[in-house]
């Protein structure tokens, strides 16, 4: 599915000293967006999100975390991510999984190779959480996270230190509010999941812009976007293309 995009493997020591390696995705012309995978893998759902941002000029980077590339692999890619300690801390609360300081060093390499200012990242369930941990990251402009998900079995908890909160307080003040995304009757990323990232950062003013979107699914940019016009997330993605252009094209 991805024959015509340029491969590479990136490779940081950020998580516990020890060298860590991906296989990295780019295609594409102008600003970058960095697509974090969702839980069930990069099929061709995830393929036309990244194909709808290159058409409108972004050039997407898309990191291969897990699982199998053109399909989806629920059941097979839980297993997987269980099985990934070293990387996906799925059920922690108050810290964040130790692959977002690989994928900060990414975000900080695509700016040196693109020579941006900054780049746009967008996570998705499992990943949601990151896109909102990495809008501390002086690399990263403009972060949209859709249903984020984690810690799992704890709606109302946070994936991320108090510390964690501070920093990326502070780059929101600096940049302006994310776009944070789900359905509003999704029951794994809960009106609870809102409820905390309001009291975490929106208590002085609106740094995370929080949409609750009609309907009862999940994969709101993905495996459950309905294209046509007028519809919830066609409109969903049309602000988040608006978005991207201008906080990355100005």
């Not at 920093?167 to 999704?186: C, H, N, S, T």
């Not at 609750?212 to 007028?230: A, M, P, R, W, Y």
Request: proline share 4%; with cysteine; hydrophobic share 45%.
């Amino acid at each position: 599915m991805l024959s015509d995009w340029e491969k590479s493997v990136f490779t940081t020591n950020a998580v516990d000293g020890k060298p860590l390696a991906h296989d990295v995705y780019t295609k594409g012309s102008g600003p970058v967006v960095l697509i974090i995978q969702e839980l069930p893998g990069i099929g061709v759902e995830t393929n036309r999100l990244a194909e709808d941002l290159i058409a409108a000029g972004f050039t997407v980077v898309l990191p291969h975390l897990f699982g199998p590339i053109g399909r989806l692999s629920f059941a097979g890619n839980i297993v997987r991510v269980f099985c990934m300690r070293r990387e996906f801390a799925v059920f922690a609360k108050h810290r964040t999984s130790p692959v977002v300081r690989w994928l900060r060093a990414l975000a900080a390499e695509l700016r040196n190779a693109h020579k941006v200012q900054g780049i746009g990242v967008i996570g998705m369930c499992l990943t949601g959480n990151f896109a909102i941990s990495m809008m501390a990251d002086e690399s990263v402009l403009a972060g949209v996270a859709s249903q984020p998900s984690l810690p799992l079995l704890a709606n109302s908890a946070l994936h991320m230190s108090p510390g964690d909160v501070a920093e990326i307080r502070a780059g929101l003040d600096e940049k302006g509010p994310m776009l944070v995304f789900r359905f509003q009757g999704d029951k794994l990323c809960t009106h609870a999941k809102f409820e905390a990232l309001d009291k975490a950062f929106n208590g002085d003013h609106e740094r995370i812009k929080l949409r609750e979107i009609e309907g009862d699914k999940h994969s709101l940019l993905t495996v459950h976007f309905n294209g046509e016009d007028g519809s919830p997330t066609r409109d969903a993605l049309t602000e988040v293309m608006g978005y991207f252009t201008e906080k990355l094209k100005a």
